[in-house]
């Protein structure tokens, strides 16, 4: 599923005209380390088994794709100094970032370069904000939200649901809509809050628990 999703998105580069390079450079970017660093490394041996299927065929439009890799940690800052170094290195197609957090501010440097990107980032403010440059291949938060929080609401109804997140932009975004789902249908959350992951919570028995999912 990744490689194919991948293959698709550098198949893009077919409408964006010819390079004038011996090799058309594109790149990923993604949590290549920190918490979510499993995620990076599904997304890179994707992009590089779809590349190498896409040379082995002949490339695009003739010329061979070269694959560049930036790691963004799922952190802003380190996103958008990502997308600077690949707009230095003249990168004509960016398949990233992963984290809706990183992806939003990173999209402003690529757009500025006007150079093309496909992301599975699925905060709304991704494409909401009418940049041009940007391919959306995954379902909104607004949209898996509504599947979740109805489905929460039809088969649990009664029963007490906590809707929590991790104060990322993904995490607040789809649980903001989850919880917006379930009330539209009569449910109200018993408990919508944000947490830290990693971080240690008292709970009603006294007990401490470590917060941290994914």
């Not at 893009?12 to 949590?31: H, K, N, W």
């Not at 690529?110 to 599975?120: F, K, R």
Request: net charge neutral; charged share 20%.
């Amino acid at each position: 599923m990744r490689k194919s999703i991948l293959t698709a998105s550098f198949s893009l580069l077919a409408l964006a005209g010819g390079s004038a390079y011996a090799d058309i450079l594109v790149a990923i970017a993604g949590p290549m380390t920190g918490q979510y660093a499993s995620a990076g490394d599904q997304i890179r041996k994707g992009a590089e088994m779809a590349i190498a299927d896409i040379n082995a065929k002949g490339g695009v439009l003739g010329q061979k794709l070269q694959l560049e890799i930036g790691d963004d940690a799922c952190d802003p800052k380190q996103a958008v100094s990502v997308a600077n170094t690949m707009v230095n290195k003249q990168i004509v197609f960016m398949h990233g970032h992963w984290c809706s957090s990183s992806t939003i501010p990173a999209s402003d440097v690529y757009n500025e370069s006007q150079i093309p990107m496909a992301t599975v980032s699925t905060n709304p403010q991704v494409t909401e904000r009418g940049l041009k440059n940007i391919f959306r291949i995954m379902g909104r938060d607004d949209q898996q939200g509504l599947v979740a929080g109805t489905f929460l609401a039809e088969h649990f109804k009664g029963q007490k649901i906590a809707v929590v997140d991790d104060k990322s932009a993904y995490g607040k975004g789809l649980a903001d809509e989850i919880a917006k789902a379930m009330e539209a249908k009569g449910v109200k959350p018993a408990l919508r809050e944000s947490i830290t992951a990693g971080e240690k919570r008292l709970f009603g028995s006294g007990q401490q628990a470590q917060v941290g999912w994914r």
